[in-house]
């Protein structure tokens, strides 16, 4: 056991895409971050890192949840942008701590390595309904508390939520999902930083898939960068959220519902629907607030799947987030979806958009449909992360 051990983490240090090694990497600046805490951590690989070039930025990308496949979807983004454009980064999945080093999708309470944030210069999250420790939450909340850019990806709108909150003793109880205190926070770490928390699906899920048109007044933003209308595409359908966006919230691309033209396919990742199909919804069954049965319109409003946004914790400084509804594992088979992302980077990091980055998939990218699973199915996938940067 002692051997495989060693191996499993000599297999972290040794999957780095870039032949030539930077004098410092990443990993020596987060192994800095992790030995002012106490205690080490498991020998196992328990993340991975994935160097770029010294002079460039260090992203955070912060997987965990059970349905969107975000264990696939942020090591393929981590490759791209250090492959394709330089940049540093470090990639944390949930686990079982009992289990360190396998992913755990299912496993709510503990996503290792946080302290990667004391030196990053952009957190890229894709969580869902996490109930975090408070010496992990520390981290996330020191991140913000600098102002520094945030990425929030799917169902990061609802990245956190403690069920026990009656009871929890949580420090960061405010930052979860559901939060109703009569403050900032309300709605939570979803309203208050990304400017949503989670309201609805507002296609059918896994039966209408989402194709992004740009906004009104978005017109050459430069996250938008080599994108035209129809080119973000995915299975995974629109969220519903609230009308007009709260503070600054500038739209970028809205979603359109689009129907899947025949019937569901259980064995394809895309759930038999295609960037091809064509036929957008109209209206849906729905409810009014008083439960009476309604047909809500799909097609006006539109609901935005790309957003700005400026954020400021209490007595925090202030910073910028870029929020998108899109973005499963399976929605990245889209270029259009990688380029968003790509140009969000940048553009949250303060730096020149490409016109057309490169946004090619690195390596074998065969991402699984969006699904919840039991426990047994991660015990059976024994998905071990340190393969994950290869």
């Not at 990425?151 to 979860?176: C, P």
């Not at 992004?212 to 359908?237: Q, V």
Request: with cysteine; aromatic share 8%.
């Amino acid at each position: 056991m002692k051997y495989l051990t060693i191996i499993i983490a000599l297999l972290l240090f040794s999957c780095k895409p870039n032949a030539d090694k930077p004098a410092v990497t990443v990993d020596d600046l987060f192994r800095e971050a992790v030995n002012e805490v106490e205690g080490l951590p498991n020998q196992v690989a328990q993340w991975i890192t994935i160097d770029g070039q010294i002079d460039m930025p260090h992203i955070v990308l912060v997987s965990g949840d059970e349905e969107y496949r975000s264990e696939e979807a942020m090591p393929q983004l981590a490759k791209i942008l250090s492959e394709h454009h330089g940049f540093n980064c470090t990639v944390l999945f949930a686990q079982d701590p009992e289990k360190p080093g396998i992913v755990d999708a299912n496993h709510g309470t503990n996503i290792p390595g946080l302290e990667a944030l004391k030196t990053a210069d952009m957190m890229v999250l894709f969580t869902r309904f996490r109930a975090l420790p408070d010496d992990q939450m520390k981290h996330i909340d020191d991140y913000l508390m600098t102002g520094k850019p945030v990425l929030g990806i799917r169902t990061a709108t609802h990245a956190f939520h403690y069920k026990d909150a009656e009871t929890s003793d949580s420090k960061y109880l405010h930052y979860a999902n559901f939060y109703k205190g009569d403050d900032e926070w309300k709605d939570g770490f979803g309203r208050l930083v990304l400017g949503e928390h989670w309201v609805n699906h507002h296609g059918h899920h896994g039966h209408q898939s989402t194709r992004g048109i740009t906004a009104p007044g978005a017109d050459g933003h430069p996250i938008l960068n080599g994108i035209t209308d129809g080119d973000i595409w995915g299975p995974s359908d629109v969220y519903g959220v609230r009308l007009p966006l709260p503070g600054d919230s500038q739209p970028l691309v809205l979603g359109q519902v689009i129907n899947r033209p025949g019937e569901q396919d259980e064995n394809d990742p895309l759930l038999g629907m295609r960037s091809t199909d064509s036929e957008m919804a109209i209206e849906k069954d729905g409810k009014d607030k008083d439960g009476n049965p309604i047909k809500i319109n799909l097609k006006d409003p539109l609901m935005p799947i790309v957003w700005t946004k400026s954020y400021q914790l209490p007595e925090g400084k202030k910073g910028q987030a870029i929020a998108t509804t899109i973005g499963s594992s399976t929605d990245m088979l889209s270029e259009g979806v990688r380029r968003m992302m790509v140009n969000s980077v940048f553009w949250g990091l303060k730096k020149a958009v490409p016109a057309a980055a490169n946004v090619d998939v690195v390596g074998t990218y065969e991402p699984s449909r969006f699904a919840f699973h039991d426990d047994a199915h991660w015990d059976e996938k024994n998905m071990i992360i340190a393969t994950l940067a290869k």
